[in-house]
């Protein structure tokens, strides 16, 4: 029955409680347990939210009590320990905010919590929430439970290791050129990166540079996104940027009331992409196909214009540095890793580059918005690879050297333009490593991808798979 519980996906457990045919406090404890089993091989949690048994309990009061239960009522959830958390330490993945207990939600958790979920532990992240591998002096390196000499992704590579794992059913990432959908990739889940704004960034550090930081949910299936969204999105009052008042839906299991129109593309415009990655991307728009979609090939020509990842590293460069220095001002080296030293080490970009690199940006979403004139979505690669080897710096794909920062190629364009962006799997690669797709909408238009997702969830052959842990 544990089995049954830490492989059941939020939807499910949240009505098995709701029917009493499980207790809130039988599902964190199962989960609690599968921690203490397979997390000392992984190292995907930070720190357990020392309250969540306590929590389960008074979450099985309440259904005693016949009181209104909320969709989430007594799920666990984890949370990306970059995203603040009340009473529960948020470091940040430095030794320089070891210790550091908030002593207020972040909007984003604070829904969760709303909706009846219970924090069951904050997981592993880069420092600072910055790099493709979640690896940091304070907390140390995570590992894919796919191969545990391989890495989960980062930023948010804890918690797709630990949703991944059976650790958790449900958590959140935050993304600011590939960090809630590469992990995914990389340990086989599912996860939203929504329009920019539509869930708000209150609570989690760093927020420069702002209009490129985003946070989502994270889940082992499409509806636990959907029902995840719906708790998390809208305005908070707090965050400039989350104004959208839109009315949306899940997206799943509602057909559109015409047939959709699909582009998929995978080069040119995101950098070389590994055959067995470009063959799933067709395998599923010819799956979209069979299902009803209009369906073919296309090319964006502002993608091979300006490269979205040379853009995205002139601007954020220029407004992420100061943030660093900020934090990291009057601190030993010995407290800095990586990516600090490395961002702090980088040349200031040029204002002219900065301004170009701003009418590129105008440029892509001018592209983009040219593009969602004629389809409803698009189908690309998430990583020009699966999961990869600790520590590896260049790669070599479809015969060309390129260096790590290339696996952000097809998703940095969405964080360039804001636009949504939905990871999840349809592939297996030759050495039996999760493949995902990234489906994309226009902007708002998260119900059109999460409804394609739950079509190509129903025809995947793979979504049923588990690490053998």
Do not use: C
């Not at 993304?175 to 992990?183: C, E, K, T, Y």
């Not at 999760?434 to 995947?460: C, K």
């Amino acid at each position: 029955m544990k089995t049954d519980i830490i492989y059941s996906d939020a939807t499910k457990l949240a009505e098995l409680i709701r029917t009493k045919e499980l207790s809130p406090v039988e599902v964190v404890q199962a989960h609690l347990d599968r921690i203490g089993a397979v997390d000392p091989k992984i190292n995907a949690i930070v720190t357990l939210a020392d309250d969540a048994l306590e929590a389960a309990k008074v979450a099985e009061k309440a259904i005693v009590a016949g009181e209104e239960l909320g969709p989430l009522h007594g799920v666990p959830f984890t949370v990306k320990d970059s995203i603040d958390t009340a009473g529960v330490a948020t470091q940040r993945g430095s030794p320089i905010f070891k210790g550091r207990v908030p002593e207020i939600d972040a909007t984003s958790v604070a829904r969760m919590k709303k909706a009846g979920g219970i924090l069951l532990a904050k997981t592993n992240l880069p420092e600072f929430s910055y790099w493709i591998e979640s690896d940091n002096l304070l907390s140390g390196k995570s590992n894919n439970p796919w191969d545990l000499t391989r890495t989960p992704g980062g930023s948010s590579g804890g918690e797709s290791a630990a949703i991944a794992a059976g650790m958790s059913p449900l958590g959140l990432g935050t993304d600011l050129a590939i960090s809630v959908r590469g992990p995914a990739a990389q340990t086989g889940i599912v996860s939203l990166k929504a329009t920019h704004g539509r869930v708000p960034m209150t609570g989690i550090w760093p927020r420069a540079p702002r209009r490129f930081w985003h946070v989502g949910p994270m889940a082992r299936s499409v509806r636990d996104l959907a029902l995840a969204f719906s708790q998390l999105a809208g305005p908070d009052g707090q965050d400039a940027f989350a104004t959208s008042t839109a009315q949306f839906d899940a997206g799943v299991g509602r057909s559109p009331d015409r047939q959709l129109r699909v582009g998929w593309l995978v080069e040119p415009g995101f950098g070389p992409v590994a055959p067995e990655v470009a063959d799933t991307v067709k395998t599923a728009a010819e799956a979209l196909k069979d299902l009803g979609s209009f369906v073919e090939p296309v090319r964006i020509p502002a993608l091979e214009r300006d490269f979205a990842l040379d853009v995205f590293n002139r601007l954020h460069v220029m407004e992420m540095k100061p943030a660093f220095a900020e934090a990291t001002a009057g601190r030993s080296q010995d407290e800095l890793y990586k990516m600090a030293k490395t961002m702090l080490s980088l040349p200031d970009t040029s204002m002219k580059d900065y301004i170009d690199a701003e009418q590129a940006a105008e440029r892509l979403r001018d592209g983009y918005a040219d593009y969602f004139r004629t389809y409803d979505a698009l189908i690309t690669p998430v990583l020009p690879i699966p999961a990869h080897k600790h520590g590896v710096a260049k790669f070599v794909i479809n015969g060309k050297t390129v260096d790590a920062t290339y696996l952000q190629g097809a998703t940095v364009p969405l964080n360039v333009t804001g636009l949504p962006g939905l990871s999840m799997r349809f592939g297996t690669s030759k050495e039996g490593l999760p493949i995902n797709v990234q489906l994309v909408g226009s902007w708002l238009a998260e119900s059109t991808i999460l409804h394609l997702a739950s079509l190509l969830e129903n025809v995947s052959t793979v979504r049923d798979l588990h690490p053998n842990l």
